[in-house]
C-alpha cells in the first residue's frame, strides 16, 4: 500500500461536481436553502470559464430588462463593490467567498471526480483525487448533480446523453445537418493586454503560429447575415479572440491537450499579428496573460424529461416548469474554429432571437438515472439550442434552479422528477423569492403583505406587489418612487407574527451608473486596460443606508448597502413596520419594485 496516499469518506446529503458558475451557484442555492452540499472542482478556483484562468465575458439574454437576476447579480453587485478596478483574481475570491461563508458547503478544489459507484438506476458514491493533498475522496449522498461540463458522471453511470450536432431529420432545426455528426462547437484560448505610455516589443515563442496577413488566419467570404468575423481589434473595445478555436472535430475531452497546444501557437501567433505584422494601432500595448487552459464550449449532454430544441428558442419557451430562461443569439460555432476546411471559414453563425425564451425543469434531471440531475453547459437540449443556452449568465440561472430543486427533493425526500411532479410550484416561488426573474411566471406576495395597509397610494400599492420585479418593455414603467428621508410603512389590524422583510431594489437596468465602457455594463468584467479605464460604481439607484422599526424601535440599521435584494429578519411581533430610507449611491430618489413579508417567521 503506498502510504503516501490518503483516502477519506464523505456522507452529504448533495454533490455537486464542476465549480463553474452553474456548479458554485447549484452548491450555493441548494446550500443556502439548508442542504448539506460537497462541491467537487477540479480547478485552483471557482467560476469555470469565467474564472481568472480563462477569463470569458459574463453573456446572457439580450435586451437591458431582460437582464438575469437572482445569484449571478449577487455576484456582481459583490464584485462591483468590493472590486471595482476589476481585477480578475479577486472576481475568484468574490465567488469563492460566497460559498466559503456558507457553513453547510464544503469546497473541495484541485479535485477530479473520476469513477462513480451504481446500484441499478441509482447512484451511490463517486470517487475523486485530489492533487494537492495526494487524496482519495469517496463521496456519498442522497442526490448527485452534474456541472462539469463533460456530463462525467455520463460514462461512469450509464446516464443517456448525446454528444454531436443533430440531423435536420430528427427535430426539423434550421441548424440541423444533412446527417447527425460528433462535432461540436471547440475550444479557445484567449488573452489580455494593457496599454501603457511607451512604445512595448514582442518577440513571439519559438512554438507561436505565424499570421503575416488577416488573410491567413481569415480570408473568410461573408455567407450570410449572420456570419461573424475575427475582429481582432484588441484594445479599449475588450475585443477577446474568442474566435482564436480549435478542436470541434475532434474529441473535446481525450483530445483536449492536443487542442491546447495548437491554441497557444494561435493565440502567440495572433498577439505577433496584433504587434508586428501591420499596423493595428498597438504599439503601446503590452501582453498581460494568456490562459493556458483553453475553455469548453461543448461536450456531452445528458438527456432529461425533455429535450429542448431551437423551435422552443424560436417560440419563447413556454413550459409549465418554466425555471430559467435564456435570450443570447443562437451563435453556432464552426467546429473546425481557425482551421481551414473544405465547408466553411466563417468562426460563427449568429442569429438573434426576437424574445428570451424559458427553459423548462425536465431538462435538468436524467432520463434514466433516478438521483442525477445537471446544470450548464451539459442539460437536456440540442446541439441548436445549446448553441443559445449555453452562456454563463443562462448557466447560472439553469445552476440556481438546479440547486434549489435539489433542496426541495431533499426536503421532501423525493427524487428530482418528484419534484417535476408534485413540487413545481413551491420550485418556482423559491427562485423568484431569491430574486430571479422567470420571464412567464409572476411572484405572488403572502397573504400577510396584502392584509396590511401601506403609506403609499393604491395605484403605487398595486405596483409593489404586482410580481414584476424589473422595467418591463411592454407593460410601461414599474416600480414606486419615494423621496430620501421617507418611509414606507406597513400597518396591521393587530400585531402579527412577521418573518422577513424582503426589498428590491432598483439595479439600474440602464447600467449608465454603473460604467460608461458598454461591455462592462452587460456584466461588469475588465480584459484588456486601457489608459483610458475607468473603475466601475455600485449603481447609483440601489438604496445605500435604511432603517428598520417594528412598532417604533429600531431593529436594523445598514450603512452601506449594495445589494438590489436584501432580505432583513424581523422575526418578532408587531403592529407596524417602518423602513425609513436614508441615502442612495447617488440617485435623487428611491425607486423599489418590490416590498413585501415573506412568511417564514417558523424557519
Ligand atoms: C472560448 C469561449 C468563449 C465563450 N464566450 C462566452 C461569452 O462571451 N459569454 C458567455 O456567457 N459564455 C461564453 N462561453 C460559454 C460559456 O463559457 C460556457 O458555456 C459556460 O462556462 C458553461 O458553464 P458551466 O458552469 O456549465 O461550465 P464551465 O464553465 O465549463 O465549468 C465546469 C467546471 O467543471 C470542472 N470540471 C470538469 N470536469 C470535472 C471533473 N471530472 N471533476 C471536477 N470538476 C470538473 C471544469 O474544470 C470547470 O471548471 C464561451 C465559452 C468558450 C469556451
Redesign the pocket.
Known amino acids: 500500500m503506498n502510504t503516501n496516499l490518503l483516502h477519506k469518506e464523505i456522507r452529504t446529503q448533495l454533490c455537486v461536481?464542476?465549480?463553474?458558475?452553474?456548479?458554485a451557484f447549484a452548491a450555493l442555492a441548494a446550500a443556502r436553502r439548508g442542504a448539506r452540499v460537497v462541491l467537487?472542482?477540479?480547478?485552483p478556483m471557482l467560476?469555470?470559464?469565467?474564472?481568472s484562468e480563462?477569463r470569458?465575458?459574463?453573456?446572457?439574454a439580450r435586451g437591458i430588462y431582460n437582464r438575469e437576476s437572482g445569484l449571478i447579480s449577487e455576484l456582481e453587485e459583490r464584485n462591483i463593490h468590493g472590486n471595482p478596478t476589476l481585477v480578475h483574481s479577486l472576481f475568484d475570491a468574490t465567488l469563492y467567498g460566497m460559498l466559503n461563508e456558507n457553513p453547510n458547503i464544503t469546497i473541495l478544489l484541485n479535485?477530479?471526480?473520476?469513477d462513480a459507484e451504481t446500484n441499478g438506476d441509482k447512484i451511490i458514491s463517486v470517487s475523486?483525487w485530489q492533487l494537492t493533498t495526494y487524496t482519495w475522496f469517496t463521496v456519498y449522498a442522497d442526490i448527485f448533480m452534474d456541472?462539469?461540463?463533460?456530463s462525467?458522471l455520463a460514462p461512469l453511470t450509464g446516464a443517456e446523453y448525446r454528444h454531436g450536432r443533430e440531423s435536420s431529420d430528427e427535430f426539423d432545426e434550421s441548424l440541423g445537418h444533412d446527417k447527425a455528426d460528433k462535432c461540436t462547437m471547440g475550444?479557445?484560448i484567449?488573452l489580455a493586454a494593457r496599454e501603457t505610455d511607451h512604445p512595448v516589443k514582442f518577440t513571439p515563442p519559438p512554438f507561436a503560429s505565424y499570421y503575416p496577413t488577416d488573410a491567413s488566419f481569415s480570408g473568410d467570404e461573408v455567407e450570410s447575415i449572420h456570419a461573424q468575423t475575427r475582429n481582432h481589434t484588441v484594445g479599449t473595445s475588450n475585443c477577446?479572440l474568442?474566435w482564436v478555436?480549435l478542436g470541434g472535430n475532434m474529441d473535446s475531452i481525450h483530445d483536449a491537450d492536443k487542442v491546447r497546444h495548437k491554441l497557444l501557437a494561435n493565440i502567440y501567433g495572433v498577439w505577433d499579428h496584433i504587434k508586428n505584422q501591420g499596423d493595428h494601432g498597438m504599439e503601446n500595448w503590452d501582453l498581460e496573460w494568456v490562459g493556458f487552459l483553453?475553455?469548453?464550449?461543448e461536450s456531452r449532454r445528458y438527456v432529461g424529461d425533455v429535450i429542448v430544441t431551437e423551435h422552443d428558442l424560436v417560440s419563447g419557451g413556454h413550459f409549465e416548469d418554466e425555471i430559467a430562461y435564456g435570450g443570447?443569439p443562437m451563435d453556432d460555432h464552426n467546429p473546425y474554429g481557425m482551421e481551414k476546411n473544405d465547408k466553411s471559414n466563417v468562426p460563427s453563425i449568429m442569429i438573434p432571437l426576437d424574445q428570451p425564451y424559458g427553459l423548462p425543469y425536465r431538462a435538468l434531471y436524467s432520463k434514466n438515472i433516478q438521483n442525477l440531475m445537471f446544470?450548464?453547459?451539459?442539460i437536456s437540449v440540442t446541439h441548436a439550442a445549446l448553441s443559445s443556452s449555453?452562456?454563463?449568465?443562462t448557466?447560472s440561472l439553469l445552476?440556481q434552479a438546479c440547486g434549489t430543486a435539489a433542496a426541495i427533493a431533499l426536503s421532501h425526500k423525493c427524487t428530482p422528477r418528484g419534484v417535476y411532479e408534485s413540487y413545481v410550484g413551491e420550485l418556482q416561488d423559491a427562485l423568484l423569492e431569491d430574486g430571479v426573474f422567470l420571464p412567464h411566471v409572476k411572484r405572488s406576495v403572502s397573504k400577510q403583505t396584502l392584509s396590511a395597509k401601506l403609506n403609499i397610494s393604491d395605484a403605487d400599492r398595486d405596483i409593489l406587489f404586482n410580481g414584476i420585479e424589473r422595467p418591463r418593455e411592454l407593460e410601461g414603467e414599474n416600480g414606486i418612487t419615494q423621496e430620501i428621508g421617507d418611509s414606507l410603512t406597513f400597518t396591521f389590524n393587530n400585531p402579527e407574527q412577521l418573518g422577513t422583510l424582503r426589498l428590491r431594489f432598483d439595479p439600474d437596468y440602464s447600467r449608465m451608473s454603473v460604467s460608461d465602457n458598454r461591455k462592462m455594463r452587460i456584466f461588469a468584467m475588465k480584459l484588456h486596460t486601457g489608459k483610458d479605464f475607468v473603475p466601475v460604481r455600485v449603481a447609483s439607484t440601489i438604496v445605500r443606508s435604511f432603517k428598520v422599526f417594528a412598532d417604533g424601535e429600531e431593529i436594523y440599521s445598514v450603512e452601506d448597502n449594495y445589494l438590489s435584494l436584501v432580505k432583513i429578519p424581523v422575526h418578532r411581533k408587531a403592529r407596524e413596520l417602518r423602513v425609513e430610507w436614508l441615502s442612495t449611491h447617488g440617485a435623487d430618489k428611491i425607486c423599489l419594485f418590490a416590498a413585501d413579508i415573506i412568511d417564514d417567521s417558523d424557519c
Open positions: 461536481i464542476g465549480g463553474g458558475l452553474s456548479g467537487i472542482q477540479d480547478r467560476g469555470g470559464n469565467a474564472s480563462i470569458m465575458w459574463v453573456r446572457g479535485t477530479t471526480c473520476t475523486a456541472c462539469s461540463g463533460d462525467i475550444m479557445s484567449i477577446n474568442w478555436e483553453p475553455g469548453k464550449r443570447w446544470a450548464g453547459r451539459n449555453r452562456v454563463m449568465a448557466c445552476g
